[in-house]
């Protein structure tokens, strides 16, 4: 069904509209109080104080200067600090184990893990009294042997587990004969460094204490987890916290999970009684929040001469912490890409002394997408084949692995044919280096977007007052992508409400159970708790209304009504809310619907074997090489993208083009570096770890095929990490293009191209 058939039927007002963020105006007259923005009377401020060994024991701490430091509270080491409970271990019957940052109990052991390990917390009467005090304790260490350097460890990689929603080896086939037997193929070893998180707002974290009540303002992307984590580590019914997170400045997967400044800002407070705000600096991000796993990636393709992929092999290595760290899924996207006849996938680990990595947009499809979608693109030259017609030869009908599930919704063809035109595909001389501008060697590149859909369960409680207004309550973290105000465009149709009555509350434990904000699972999940609760409600409505032999909706189902002009209708005869709730002597009508995996699980698990769900689009940029420098600018971009139906379109865009933004940012210039000797980042800041800036981007024009997948909530595919993927891959084909030089190696900095 088409939107436009969707608009005819249910009368859509404000889904697909490109409506302003509500929340927008607080943001920009600073009305919007984030985590470190909270006042509290006597309240302390803590700084945290890092190992500077990447692996060993701490021998003595000395903290007498600190502690003569004037405005010094305390100073909390393994020595004095009150004990925390152990970090659960992560189990599928506890999804909030997830939230787990690092297996390291902070300053309850002498042990130390990793380069920037936190072994102190200085607790004073400013911030800036904090963090000097902080500079003065002197921890001394025996250390012992570590082993930090990703690339001499790549042999001794062991094959990840994998589980059930994310597994790690597939086999379809031999691979690896046909691979030997195929007249044309390429072998490709890619490389990919660590990221890390730099979103806007550093992580901060405000505790305050009642007794055995704890109240916690912290920037999260899933305040449950939080909740639930801060409860068993602190040994405090769940019931006695709450976390207050209604604005977050970016998550994109640093602030999914629970770090050591979170816990230490909350035992700090409860070690000295007062209210204590813990703000991490830029280098204390690097430093104890987890970013994007470094890999190596080999991406080996055979085809015969029509094109058809005969062979398909991506293994990969990739690291974890020994105390911790997310396992990506770098060949993800590959399962489904290509039909290929053979096909063999793996992923292998190393384990480090280093920081847990954690999830970064699109952990692992991001950097799988780079390798495989660069791969295509240089068998595509091997072949004297256009790259797109390459991809569409191999486009699978069904599951390329199984050949049994069915895409839920997959319109890769359309888009590149709408992204060929808008870019003026048709225009691209396919000889490298034949395009120029001056001193520019121009290119052109494409890479295929790919990106699971996901939902989860969520709670919503949706009250309607006698004056018409509209409240809906949800759990759920607003991390600055309009979350809020797309759940109010659901509910404002669904209610046939105006916009403008409707008050969508959220970012509250208080509240109805939210889902996080993260795997782009957040929006079709709300709405589907929001649609049900809407419908709970507008039942109620009508039970109430025919109570009275004066309603005209006397005797209607609710099938048979229209949601319109603030109550419901049949044809041109029915009644507002507010004069059912009038009629009836009620203040208001209000409807729940509860948070539930137990009853999600099995139609989650059906979902899984019937079904593959993505998002995916096609990414078209070119690319302007100096023949001279070798440096690389970017100077156009078009997205074309499957993504379901559009709720919003203006929040839609935006998201997509942040994504693009930060691919190019992962094409070109992003990179931590890790002294191979001591673990220690070295480019801690922005000044030093490349981001992209405005002028790095050019105008990024995104377009959407807006129709709707019948398998999910409203139609709508999530839209939050799709974008990242492929942009890297995009940006060195383009490179390849315009120079004839294939980097293998991310960044693409101008030392490559000379």
């Known amino acids: 069904m088409t939107t436009t058939e969707i608009e005819r039927e249910t009368g859509t007002k404000y889904v697909g509209r490109p409506i302003d963020r509500l929340d927008g105006r607080a943001k920009t007259t600073g009305e919007a109080r984030y985590a470190a923005e909270h006042r509290y009377p006597n309240l302390a401020y803590a700084a945290l104080v890092h190992a500077t060994i990447a692996r060993g024991r701490i021998t003595a701490i000395d903290t007498a200067a600190a502690r003569a430091v004037p405005g010094v509270i305390d100073v909390l080491t393994h020595e004095n600090a009150p004990a925390m409970k152990p970090p659960p271990k992560f189990s599928f019957l506890n999804l909030s184990s997830m939230a787990t940052g690092t297996s390291v109990n902070y300053l309850a052991t002498d042990e130390v893990h990793w380069n920037g390990q936190p072994v102190a917390v200085v607790v004073a009467e400013t911030p800036e009294t904090a963090r000097h005090a902080a500079s003065l304790v002197r921890p001394a260490y025996q250390e012992l042997p570590a082993v930090v350097d990703f690339a001499p460890e790549e042999p001794n990689a062991t094959p990840q587990k994998g589980n059930m929603l994310l597994p790690a080896t597939a086999d379809k086939g031999d691979a690896k004969a046909a691979l030997a037997v195929a007249p044309f193929s390429v072998d ?35 305040i449950v987890w939080l909740r ?15 976390v207050l997170s209604p604005y977050v400045g970016g998550g994109f997967g640093g602030k999914g999970s629970v770090w050591a400044g979170t816990l230490l800002a909350v ?234 009555s409707v008050r969508v509350e959220y970012g509250d434990s208080d509240m109805p159970v939210g889902p996080g904000a993260g795997g782009s699972a957040q929006t079709a999940s709300v709405a589907a708790g929001v649609l049900a609760a809407c419908r709970k409600l507008k039942k109620s409505a009508l039970t109430l209304a025919r109570r009275s032999p004066e309603s005209p909706l006397r005797g209607r189902k609710l099938d048979d009504l229209e949601a319109r002009d603030g109550g419901l209708y049949h044809g041109g005869v029915g009644e507002t809310y507010a004069e059912i709730l009038a009629r009836a002597g009620r203040g208001h009508l209000e409807a729940e619907i509860k948070s539930s995996l137990v009853k999600f699980l099995p139609k989650l698990l059906n979902d899984q074997r019937r079904w593959v769900k993505a998002a995916c689009g096609a990414q078209f940029c070119e690319v302007r090489v100096d023949r001279d420098t070798g440096e690389v600018r970017v100077s156009r971009w078009v997205g074309v993208f499957d993504v379901g139906r559009v709720i919003n379109a203006k929040t839609v865009a935006s998201q997509l083009r942040g994504g693009i933004v930060m691919g190019i940012g992962l094409g070109l210039s992003e990179e931590t570096l890790v002294d191979p000797r001591t673990g220690r980042i070295m480019n801690a800041s922005l000044s030093e770890y490349h981001v992209p800036v405005h002028a790095d981007i050019p105008h990024i024009d995104v377009h959407c095929l807006d129709d709707p997948d019948p398998t999910m909530p409203l139609g709508l595919i999530g839209v939050g990490e799709v974008s990242i993927t492929g942009a890297a891959a995009a940006v060195a084909n383009a490179v390849r293009h315009a120079t004839g030089k294939r980097v293998l190696d991310l960044p693409i900095t101008l030392d490559k191209l000379l």
């Open 228 to 242: 639930k984590h801060l409860a068993l580590r602190f040994d405090v019914p769940e019931q006695g916290i709450r």
């Open 267 to 500: 035992l700090a407070a409860r070690a000295t009684g007062r209210p204590v705000r813990l703000a991490l600096t830029r280098a204390g991000v690097y430093h104890t929040v987890g970013g994007r796993t470094p890999s190596a990636q080999r991406v080996a393709l055979g085809a015969d001469a029509d094109g058809r992929l005969t062979a398909l092999i991506h293994t990969s290595v990739a690291r974890v912490g020994r105390v911790g760290g997310w396992e990506e899924q770098i060949t993800s996207g590959t399962r489904h890409l290509y039909d290929a006849q053979n096909i063999h996938l793996r992923q292998n680990l190393v384990r480090l002394d280093l920081l847990a990595n954690t999830w970064m947009r699109a952990p692992g499809e991001s950097i799988g997408t780079f390798a495989v979608e660069s791969a295509v693109d240089e068998l595509a030259c091997e072949l004297g084949m256009d790259p797109i017609e390459l991809r569409m030869r191999n486009e699978p009908a069904r599951d390329p692995l199984g050949g049994k599930k069915r895409f839920a919704h997959r319109m890769l063809r359309e888009a590149y044919a709408l992204g060929a035109e808008r870019f003026g595909w048709r225009e691209r001389d396919p000889r490298p280096g034949s395009m120029r501008d001056g001193r520019w060697l121009v290119g052109m590149g494409v890479a295929t977007a790919y990106f699971p859909a996901l939902y989860q369960p969520a709670g919503a409680v949706v009250r309607v007052s006698a004056d018409g207004a509209v409240v809906v309550r949800c759990g759920l973290a607003e991390v600055g992508v309009g979350a809020a105000t797309v759940q109010a465009q659901i509910a404002a149709d669904e209610l046939g409400v105006p916009l403008e």
């Open 188 to 222: 490709l070893r890619f490389t990919t460094p660590p990221h890390a998180h730099n979103a806007i707002e550093p992580h901060a974290t405000t505790a305050v204490w009642d007794g055995d009540r704890l109240t916690v303002h912290e920037g999260t992307q899933n």
